[in-house]
Structures are given as C-alpha cells and as structure tokens.
C-alpha cells in the first residue's frame, strides 16, 4: 500500500481499438474489453477516465460521454478507414500530437497519470510522459516476442519493428502491469525489464453479468438442439486461436457411430489479424472435412447474449497457441461451464487444471481429440468441474482487477515525484556548483 493520493483523472490511451467496438472480430477482443470494464470502475470510484483511440469512421466525435465519468476522445490519425494495424506506426506522430493538443486545451495538471494498452499506445504515451510531467503505467496485452515464439504453422511473425517498440516502452514505463507471474517473467527473460517496476494485475470477468443459468433455457434463446452435446469456442478467429485445431480435433468425434451422442461445435466470433487473408477459411475446413451441419457459426455476440453461449455449452474449448490470459476462458467458467484450453501464458491460471476444466499441452489433433472424447464421455466429470468453476472465476472481478490498478497507479505518482524532486535537487546543486552562481546557471 502507498500513501499517495488517488489519481483524479486518468489519461486511458488505446490507440488501435476502441473500447466501443464489438468485441470478437478484427482488432476488437480481450483488450476492448480491459479497458472498458476498469474504466468505467475507475470512474465509480471517483477517478475520471478519458479514453483516447483513433477515429475509424468520419461519424465518429471528437468526445463522447461514453459512461459517467469516462470520455472516449476519437483522435484524427490518418485515413478513417483501410489502415491495418501494422500500418498504425506510421500514424503515431499524428495519434501523439491529437493527444498532446488536447491536454494543451485543458487547465495544467489535467491528468495525474497515463494508462497506457499495447505497444502502440506506449509510444504515444512514453511521450505524453515527458511533456506532461506525469507517470506512465504501461499494459502490453500482448508481446511479440511471446507470439513468436509460439506461432502456429504457417502464421506470420510479428515483426521486428514490433519487438524493438515494446523494449523501448518497457524501458520508459513507470510502471508495467502484466497479466499474470508468467507474463512478468516474459517481461524480464525477453524484454530484460526492471523487475522492481513490475505489477501483477490479474484480469477479470463481469460476474454479474457471467452467471450461470439454465442451459435449455439458452439453448432455446439461441436456437439451438436441446439434446445435443454443445463445445464451443468464442473469439477472434485468426491461426493464434487455434480454432482450425479444434476443428480438425473435433472432427472425428462428430463423425463417430455408435457413441449414442450428437455432438454440435459452435463458433463464436469473427475473422481477425493473419485470419483476416482468408475470412472463410474455416468454414472451409469444416465443409472439407464434411462436418457443416454439425457446426454454427455466429458472428460476435455482445456479452447479454454471450452469456447465453456460455450457458448453453457443455464444454469451452480455448486452444490458443498464446494467451497473455483468456478472458473467455474465466467468462465460461462464471457461468458454470468447464474448460478444455491449451497450457500456455495465463491459461494455466485462468483454469484450475483437473477442478475446473482440464489444460491440453501441445497443439496435437490427435491428443484433444483424445482429451475432448475423454471429457464429453463423462458427463457425470463435466457436471462437477462446471461447479467448481463458478468458485474459481469468483476470484477474477474486475473490480479486483481494479483495486491493484490503483494501486499502481499510486507507486506510479509516489515514484515519479522522488524522481523529479531528485532531478530537481540535482539541478539546483549543478547550479549551486556552477562558476557565478545559480542566477548565471539558469540563464
Ligand atoms: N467477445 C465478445 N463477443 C464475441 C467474442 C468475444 O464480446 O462474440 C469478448 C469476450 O467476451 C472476451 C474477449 O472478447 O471478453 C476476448 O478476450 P480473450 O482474452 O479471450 O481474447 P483476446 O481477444 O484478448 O485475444
């Protein structure tokens, strides 16, 4: 605990997406909804918010009042639409000199401290810093060297561009929240932080709005078979999620006589990053493979009906090659449904591997066809790790999450104003020291 204040208002910066987007497709996913749900939290705790992203359409205002207390700034970057995000470096100078104009047009002292998400909102951020005179705490979200290092075949690598921006604003952060231990790690193996400058900030889910509930009563919502076996996955469908796995693992079960089982998979969400060259090409795996009428897809659900999704499955299946956590993972469990996921990055925490759901390693299809059958043939297993995971996500809230933000956000203030009460006292001993005096010093 420090003994600093609690920030008044807090400049949110996210570049790339914004917190209003729909979550599930292109660049919208996990990290629209970080910066939403510990937004508007903030703000119930008497800490403003304003949120600043790039306009991606020419109706986009300069300011919404998106929540009480929270503002979203759309800041003019470059071309509203057609810019990939790996185009978005080019327009950072833009992006920078919206944020810094808008801050000039405020009384000094605006913001008390900059939250900055993903690499790109760094380096704007980075420079805010300085000009602004306050700290800067930095999540990543996501670190190329980790997606590298776990790419699925055929995916592209991030590129080295990517990996030189985040070491930068690692070494500029106040302070770097990271997702979980094996993110904080990450950060000090491969990015050769400053451990003392790191925070383990877990993630969270909305509890009340991830509940668990009648399962026929969803399925009926959603129109789905009361009497089949439902496995599914939500999120952004690229080659990183590794739903062509679940596909290919899948498969032979639902193809399978004799199990006295009828087995539906359901896809949630929508094409994104590298999966973006080929939107149908899962689709086309699922028809190759002659499985069409035992697969949904539906296109991304705002979360009053994903929780429907989660309710009316048996099992979530979150096969990722990397995970800096997996929201989904703990939104499943909240509303009572297990979860079969890949062990990798935070996966391993958002599971309770064996009590709430059962981690595969490796991307083998053979072996989660295996631990998929092993699962959906004991019904009886299903039903009592869908119990324990309630428990489980119950220790994931955001307002959790919250709580230790501020807590860095408080480090974050108390360390930078030694810093610049030591520069300051360095300066005047420099000019004390210098021939003539301080007066000739300053000059
Ligand atoms: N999501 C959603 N609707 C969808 C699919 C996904 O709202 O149709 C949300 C989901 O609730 C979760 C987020 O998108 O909060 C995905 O987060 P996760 O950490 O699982 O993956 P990421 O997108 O960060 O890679």
């Not at 919404?64 to 207390?69: D, H, Q, R, T």
């Not at 602004?132 to 590129?159: F, M, R, S, Y």
């Not at 790191?198 to 009648?214: F, H, K, M, Q």
């Not at 909240?334 to 309770?352: Q, S």
Request: aromatic share 4%; net charge negative; glycine share 8%.
């Amino acid at each position: 605990m420090t003994s600093s204040p609690l920030p008044r208002r807090v400049a949110l910066i996210s570049v790339h997406t914004s917190p209003l987007a729909q979550p599930g497709t292109g660049d919208a996913g996990g990290m629209n909804v970080y910066v939403w749900q510990t937004a508007i939290r903030l703000a119930r705790r008497g800490i403003e918010v304003e949120i600043f992203t790039r306009a991606t359409s020419s109706s986009d205002a300069p300011s919404v009042a998106a929540a009480p207390g929270v503002t979203v700034r759309h800041v003019i970057a470059g071309p509203f639409e057609g810019l990939d995000k790996r185009d978005l470096p080019a327009q950072l100078c833009a992006f920078t000199a919206g944020v810094l104009r808008a801050e000039a047009a405020q009384a000094p002292g605006h913001y008390d401290v900059i939250h900055s998400h993903y690499w790109l909102s760094g380096q704007v951020g980075w420079l805010a810093r300085d000009r602004w005179g306050v700290p800067l705490v930095h999540t990543a979200h996501t670190l190329a060297a980790v997606k590298n290092a776990a790419l699925a075949e055929g995916d592209t690598a991030e590129p080295q561009l990517r990996v030189i921006g985040e070491q930068q604003v690692v070494g500029e952060a106040d302070r770097l929240v990271a997702n979980t231990e094996t993110e904080a790690a990450e950060l000090l193996s491969m990015y050769d932080a400053d451990a003392d400058r790191i925070d383990v900030v877990t993630p969270g889910a909305d509890l009340e709005c991830y509940t668990p509930g009648s399962s026929a009563e969803a399925r009926s919502v959603l129109g789905l078979d009361p009497d089949e076996t439902i496995v599914t996955f939500v999120g952004r469908i690229q080659p990183l999620k590794a739903p062509d796995l679940l596909v290919a693992a899948i498969a032979p079960l639902i193809k399978e006589v004799g199990s006295g089982r009828k087995l539906r998979l359901l896809i949630v969400g929508g094409p994104s990053g590298s999966g973006l060259q080929r939107p149908t090409a899962l689709m086309d795996q699922v028809a190759e493979l002659g499985i069409s009428e035992s697969v949904t897809f539906l296109p991304p659900q705002p979360s009053d009906r994903l929780v429907q999704v989660y309710r009316a499955s048996d099992l979530v299946a979150v096969p990722s090659h990397s995970e800096s956590f997996g929201l989904v993972a703990i939104e499943a469990q909240a509303c009572g449904t297990p979860v079969i996921a890949a062990d990798v990055g935070g996966l391993g925490v958002a599971v309770d591997d064996g009590r709430t759901g059962v981690l595969v390693n490796g991307h083998v299809p053979g072996d989660w066809t295996n631990a998929l059958e092993k699962l959906l043939a004991q019904p009886d297993r299903l039903a009592e790790l869908g119990r324990n995971a309630r428990r489980h996500a119950e220790k994931f809230s955001w307002e959790h999450t919250v709580d230790q933000l501020i807590e860095s956000y408080r480090w974050a203030m108390e360390s930078f104003a030694a810093q610049t009460d030591a520069a300051h006292r360095d300066a005047e001993q420099a000019a004390a020291q210098t021939p003539g005096g301080p007066a000739r010093a300053r000059r």
